[in-house]
């Protein structure tokens, strides 16, 4: 029953990032005109908030290891909820630019802790309580946009969407520290020493890379779909947020039968179903018209919605690191994708149009696809050719 509860927690904080981090996009355009910034500038909310996350990539593991999993999952909740409330209190751009980074940070430990502390929990099903942990993420990431797009519809100051997050975070938060974690040891590892060991480890790099193009691939086609909805299809602006909103909302969904799913079938064998179907739909999607653009949307994010949480479940896995440095480095990874990717995909869309850019997208799901692959027949090999070793041997 208690573990019950701690999963529950771990889910509503992992909502609450999700959310969190989600919150900015639809402000940006309102923080910039009272604070008398242009759009160039008020991208720079956005690259503190990333920062914060990719500074909290590199220390995460050294404060689980230091301080252990609970101290400092309750840490970055509390900080979280006092962060959101100076957003929303802040004087000035740069005020809110520093929150952000630190929000960023914090945010990025909250969640590690969120997805490790299920994992070390759930022995024998770490991708089914990875999975259903990061479902959430995805109704978040709905809860979010809708969040702030109801604030501004409202005609209220953008610092509410912060203020009454700040409340809620609050009320979550005092809910969480009555739930009572099991005992984690804190084991001293998960510091530098361990990370580069991680990283040098040439059996998880394909891993690694397929986590750089997945989540690449997924933020980039988030990022860019309203674009080409309202520019090259005449959606207005709220229909095709509605159609981004769909592909969250199947991911959302997907997760949670994916957590039951891994319980019998092979966690591979559901990502190596899955990618083929992510890569068609946005390969379609350039060719498809009206209606048949929303059903493409709800099955892409049912379709991507295992991708991210069971191929980084193979990491947590590893019993030879702790699964706070592995978490770490799986979004480290997707950070930097998160970063690249749309970037990329930008690029070849004021080049060449946004079409070729969207079809790009889906290549690149194709090239996760190739790249899983044939990691998995390298594991395959690995393991049947020990086991005609050792039959020599004996």
């Known amino acids: ?48 908030f990333f920062a914060g996350n990719f500074a909290a990539c590199t220390v995460s593991g050294w404060l689980v290891g230091r301080f252990g999993k609970v101290i400092v999952f309750y840490g970055s909740l509390v900080c979280m909820t006092v962060l959101c409330g100076i957003i929303g209190a802040a004087p000035s751009f740069w005020a809110v630019c520093t929150a952000l980074f630190l929000l960023g940070f914090a945010t990025l430990i909250m969640q590690v802790t969120a997805v490790s ?17 990061q479902a959430f993420c995805g109704f978040g990431a709905l809860a979010g946009l809708l969040w702030s797009g109801i604030v501004l519809a409202l005609g209220v100051s953008w610092r509410m969407s912060y203020l009454s997050f700040a409340a809620v975070s609050l009320a979550a938060t005092i809910y969480i520290l009555g739930v009572k974690f099991p005992v984690l040891p804190c084991s001293g590892s998960g510091g530098f020493r361990e990370m580069r060991g991680l990283l040098k480890n040439k059996s998880f790099q394909p891993t690694f890379l397929c986590l750089f193009l997945y989540a690449g691939a997924e933020t980039a086609i988030c990022s860019w779909l309203v674009t080409y909805l309202t520019e090259s299809l005449g959606f207005a602006s709220l229909e095709a947020s509605a159609v981004t909103g769909t592909i969250w909302g199947g991911v959302f969904v997907g997760r949670l039968v994916c957590a039951k799913l891994t319980r019998r079938i092979r966690p591979a064998v559901i990502v190596m179903s899955m990618i083929p179907i992510s890569a068609a739909c946005v390969l379609a999607i350039v060719h498809l018209q009206g209606p048949a653009v929303c059903v493409a949307a ?89 086991s005609v070793q050792l039959e020599k041997e004996g």
Do not use: H
């Not at 529950?8 to 999700?18: G, I, M, N, P, R």
């Not at 709800?298 to 193979?314: E, Q, Y």
């Not at 702790?322 to 970063?339: E, K, Q, V």
């Open 1 to 48: 029953m208690e573990n019950k509860r701690v999963l529950s927690a771990c889910k509503l904080a992992a909502f609450l990032y999700s959310l969190c981090t989600n919150i900015l996009a639809p402000l940006l355009v309102s923080i910039g005109r009272e604070f008398g910034i242009g759009l160039q500038k008020s991208g720079g909310m956005f690259l503190a």
């Open 117 to 133: 502390i299920p994992a070390d929990i759930a022995v024998g099903d770490t991708a089914s309580a990875v999975s259903g942990v």
């Open 298 to 386: 709800v099955v892409l994010g049912l379709s991507m919605s295992g991708i991210w949480p069971l191929t980084a479940s193979k990491l947590v896995d590893d019993e030879r690191y702790d699964s706070g440095t592995t978490i770490s480095i799986a979004f480290l990874f997707s950070y930097i994708g998160n970063s690249l990717v749309p970037y990329m995909i930008g690029a070849i869309g004021e080049r060449v149009g946004l079409a070729a850019a969207i079809t790009a997208d889906g290549l690149i799901l194709c090239l996760l696809f190739l790249v899983f692959s044939l990691s998995q027949t390298a594991i395959r090999q690995r393991i049947f050719g020990g």
